[in-house]
Nanobody, 119 residues
Framework: QEQLVESGGGLVPPGGSLRLSCRAQ???????????LGWYRQAPGKQREMVAT???????AYEDSVKGRFTISRDNSRKTMYLQMNNLKSEDTAVYYC??????????WGQGIQVTVSS
């Protein structure tokens, strides 16, 4: 089984920035590069929502509320994906999950990391 290790969360005031990281521990480089990536979040009392996705060809997509503020990226050599979050708002508070997907039968999820935006 693959293990995705998330880091970079925490408490930040409104307007601040955080960078989330998610590293694939077990899969080799040649496998990691074949996966599309995504960041999802779930706030208390709400359903999980897509935040950002990044395909193997470099195509990105963002949830409307984070466009212009968040950037998804990947470093294949480090088997790591990132979510740079700028100008954070209180409504960004949630547990953030990283996701790697290759097809309908092959995907992995991180355990989630807390991001709290509060003064």
């Amino acid at each position: 089984q693959e293990q995705l290790v998330e880091s970079g969360g925490g408490l930040v005031p409104p307007g601040g920035s955080l960078r989330l990281s998610c590293r694939a521990q077990r899969m080799i480089f040649s496998t990691f590069i074949s996966y599309s990536l995504g960041w999802y979040r779930q706030a208390p009392g709400k359903q999980r929502e897509m935040v950002a996705t990044l395909t193997t060809t470099g195509t990105t997509a963002y949830e409307d509320s984070v466009k212009g503020r968040f950037t998804i990226s990947r470093d294949n050599s480090r088997k790591t994906m990132y979510l740079q979050m700028n100008n954070l708002k209180s409504e960004d508070t949630a547990v953030y999950y990283c996701n790697l997907v290759r097809d309908v039968s092959t995907e992995y999820w991180g355990q989630g990391i807390q991001v709290t935006v509060s003064s």
